[in-house]
């Protein structure tokens, strides 16, 4: 996964920014699957032999200066830290991180906890789309959310699951969508 400095792309620009990224980097054996854009980063999801990756940075950096690199793998963590990690990508605009640490918290719940998690996991993975400009996706995806969020409420380890309903309701009643903490 790659983070560039956002400096003033918009969801829309995903699919163009993609294809710049493509074409920075078609001599490359480097597959880049995705471009998704944040208020704060845009994020590429990139296979690509680690020795190649000083070269993949300096053509990239002709679209926007280096936030930062991170080697995605499946990791095993607990779950409290696996939600604090969630929790923190996606008050960062780091969906498809938050849906990947949630899932591992998903896979070790029961019950109307594991519906929950999947509940958020949505919400994440809606905002996810919403970053490659498939607005009706997300809005779809949120629809799902609020089936999976429709009996839950309180707090679930800090966060506000009657405020993230209201603020997935307000989206899908407005159609228009932000982003927002959780």
């Known amino acids: 996964m790659l983070h560039l400095k956002n400096d003033g792309y918009l969801p829309k620009d995903a699919l163009t920014l993609l294809g710049n990224a493509r074409y920075l980097c078609f001599d490359m054996d480097a597959i880049i699957r995705d471009a998704r ?55 960062n605009e ?40 498939e607005d009706n996706i997300c809005l779809s995806v949120l629809g799902r959310a609020l089936e999976k969020l429709e009996n839950a409420s309180g707090t679930y380890h800090n966060i506000d699951i009657d405020s993230l309903k209201n603020k997935v309701e307000k989206i899908r009643e407005s159609g228009k969508i932000i982003t927002f903490a959780i």
């Open 37 to 91: 854009v944040s208020s704060k980063y845009l994020e590429f999801d990139i296979s690509i032999n680690k020795q190649n990756i000083d070269e993949l940075v300096e053509n990239l950096l002709q679209i926007a200066e280096l936030d930062h690199i991170k080697t995605v793998i499946e990791e095993n963590k607990d779950k409290e830290n696996a939600i604090k990690e969630g929790i923190f990508y996606f008050n």
């Open 94 to 133: 780091r969906f498809w991180e938050c849906h990947e640490a949630l899932e591992g918290v998903w896979k070790k719940c029961f019950e109307e906890e594991k519906v929950l998690v999947q509940g958020i996991i949505l919400v994440a993975a809606a905002l996810v789309h919403y970053q490659k400009d």
